[in-house]
């Protein structure tokens, strides 16, 4: 249930996945400006949703197959990620809707999490550019670290190259964010659980202005 009813949105990088284990995937723009439901309705997460209802399996969700096929089960099988997730609680008013509907439905998560922007006033140790704005700083001023066994860590580089640092628009006018309020209204009505992460969000506008909406 959680490729249905829950969404990660990586606002600053305009990237999103549902469930925690598979890999982030861009949001096409031209997507979104037909329809904000495309922040998670997204043409690539409908197909692996039409894989699912067929019984076939998507590549991205490899973690939670590798749990149920590993050798010498208990009786009854293993239980993996997806099947906790599709028992949790704020799942149990929208489970019809997910079944009786076809694949291309576009559905209202009922578990959001959001990042806005990166901003954020500390470098902690296990923290990485992406996700601060002052580790960005740093380490374009004095690079990534060098290990001692020729490794390396939150080398920007490394971060553009998989998709990972925001886009330059993030810190401006940023269409993913211009969309996000744009979908946020339908959202809200049947939202169970909602997240707000960064960066450190107290530094955004955007958590005041979800703060407003709610009070």
């Avoid at 019809?96 to 006033?121: G, L």
């Avoid at 670290?145 to 920007?156: C, E, V």
Wanted: with cysteine; charged share 25%.
């Amino acid at each position: 249930m959680a490729k249905w009813l829950q969404v990660s949105l990586h606002l600053p990088q305009g990237r999103t996945h549902s469930c925690y284990h598979p890999p982030t995937h861009a949001i096409p723009l031209d997507e979104l400006k037909a329809n904000p439901n495309a922040l998670h309705n997204t043409q690539f997460k409908l197909q692996e949703r039409k894989q699912m209802k067929e019984g076939t399996r998507p590549e991205g969700c490899q973690y939670c197959w590798n749990v149920e096929d590993a050798p010498n089960p208990p009786e009854g099988g293993r239980l993996s990620d997806r099947h906790y997730r599709s028992s949790e609680w704020w799942v149990k008013d929208a489970w019809d809707e997910v079944v009786n509907n076809p694949w291309d439905h576009d559905i209202t998560p009922r578990y959001v999490e959001v990042n806005f922007n990166q901003a954020c006033n500390f470098k902690c140790s296990y923290c990485s550019p992406h996700l601060s704005t002052t580790w960005e700083d740093d380490v374009k001023e004095h690079g990534g670290f060098k290990f001692s066994n020729g490794t390396g860590h939150n080398d920007i580089d490394y971060l553009r190259r998989t998709g990972l640092m925001p886009l330059e628009v993030a810190r401006k006018d940023n269409p993913y964010v211009e969309a996000f309020w744009k979908w946020w209204p339908d959202v809200y009505q049947d939202l169970k659980v909602f997240r707000m992460t960064g960066g450190e969000p107290l530094m955004d506008n955007n958590t005041f202005k979800v703060l407003d909406y709610v009070n």
